[in-house]
């Protein structure tokens, strides 16, 4: 039988979800490390507002992605255990995402930067 519906109980499996991403990515982790340094380092560069919410925004999504990119890859592994080419192109297109999310990041710093000089 399904749960009956409840805002702080999905508050609550939300929350178990990033601290078990956070505990067992090391990408994950390096990420929000690297992210939690360039958001200051927005206090610092005085960017037009547009820019600084489009790092945040982007900075954001990419950890949005890497979430998602970590339920792929335990669907895939909770699947089977054996080699199969679908759960290596599954997987495989989940870390794309993540690189292209980290590709843009990248894209609008030094967009951002190039407008500042």
Not at 4 to 28: C, D, H, P, V
Not at 97 to 110: E, Y
Request: glycine share 4%.
């Amino acid at each position: 039988m399904k749960p009956k519906y409840s805002f702080f109980s999905n508050f609550a499996y939300a929350r178990a979800g990033l601290a078990q991403i956070y505990k067992s990515e090391k990408s994950f982790r390096l990420e929000v490390a690297i992210f939690s340094v360039l958001t200051l380092l927005l206090f610092w560069f005085k960017f037009d507002s547009v820019y600084n919410i489009l790092i945040i925004t982007a900075q954001v999504f990419v950890l949005a992605l890497e979430c998602v990119n970590s339920a792929v890859e335990r669907v895939v592994d909770l699947v089977t255990n054996d080699y199969h080419e679908l759960a290596k192109h599954a997987k495989d297109a989940g870390s794309a995402a993540v690189m292209i999310g980290n590709f843009f990041v990248g894209f609008v710093w030094i967009a951002a930067i190039i407008t500042k000089l």
